[in-house]
């Protein structure tokens, strides 16, 4: 199985709600990455993940919180986005935290802040 | 600092031309190149990656790229496009010491019947 999955595929929110962005894999990984990939533009890191523990964030926004329950869990937890926050999220994972690895990405999650 | 240069933002090719997409880096010791593809909507599939050896790389759907170190490029070709190879490709470069991939800001291929 190399499959990344995200879910929801798509998601609406206000600026008020609480939403969470799930991402599962069953590789044996044990580095995950969230990535945001406004239109037209390359995905942005946002956070890494190595064996379970927070490795980067890259100066996100606290609105933006990220989870890893156990090594095949990633979350997002989202809490008073802005309308610029909108965009396909992307969880990825690797081997390991390596820079020579293959990442594996999921589909996305479309999510649009009202 | 490192960084990787996709120098055309949109590439438009007829079905069965050959493809070339150009990718630049720049980072100071032997890179970890790799090249992405993302169809609408969808996450990135790697196509191919580069670490060392042999400087020509095959990928998956008839993909190469070939790696250059005295011109710091590392760019991806097709010898026949098929309709479905349209999508956005991404060059990559690995950093070593941290646990980073810089994207290139993407090529979009167009392909014409």
């Not at chain 1, 990344?4 to 929110?13: A, G, I, N």
């Not at chain 1, 894999?25 to 990535?35: D, I, L, N, T, V």
């Not at chain 1, 523990?53 to 802005?82: D, G, M």
Request: proline share 6%; aromatic share 12%; net charge positive.
């Amino acid at each position: 199985d190399t499959e990344v999955t995200q879910t929801p595929k798509h998601l609406v929110m206000g600026m008020t709600n609480k939403k969470s962005l799930k991402c599962e894999q069953h590789m044996g990984h044990r580095a995950m990455y969230w990535y945001k990939q406004k239109a037209k533009k390359p995905p942005e890191l946002m956070f890494v993940y190595s064996y379970e523990k927070l490795s980067i964030n890259e100066s996100v926004p606290s609105r933006f919180s990220p989870e890893c329950p156990n090594s095949s869990l990633l979350n997002l937890h989202l809490h008073a986005l802005q309308p610029e926050d909108s965009a396909l999220y992307l969880c990825a994972s690797s081997q390991g935290p390596s820079p020579s690895e293959t990442q594996y990405f999921g589909p996305g999650t479309r999510l649009l802040v009202l | 600092a490192q960084s990787v240069t996709q120098p055309d933002i949109h590439i438009t090719v007829s079905e069965g031309a050959s493809l070339e997409l150009r990718c630049n880096y720049s980072y100071g010791a032997t890179p970890y190149l790799f090249w992405y593809v993302q169809s609408p909507g969808q996450g990135l599939q790697l196509l191919l990656k580069y670490f060392s050896g042999d400087t020509l790389v095959q990928g998956i759907k008839g993909f190469e790229a070939e790696f250059k170190r005295s011109q710091s490029s590392f760019n991806l070709r097709k010898p026949s496009v098929h309709w479905s190879d349209a999508a956005e490709y991404f060059c990559a470069v690995g950093v070593t010491g941290g646990f980073k991939t810089i994207f290139g800001a993407g090529t979009r291929l167009f392909v014409k019947a």
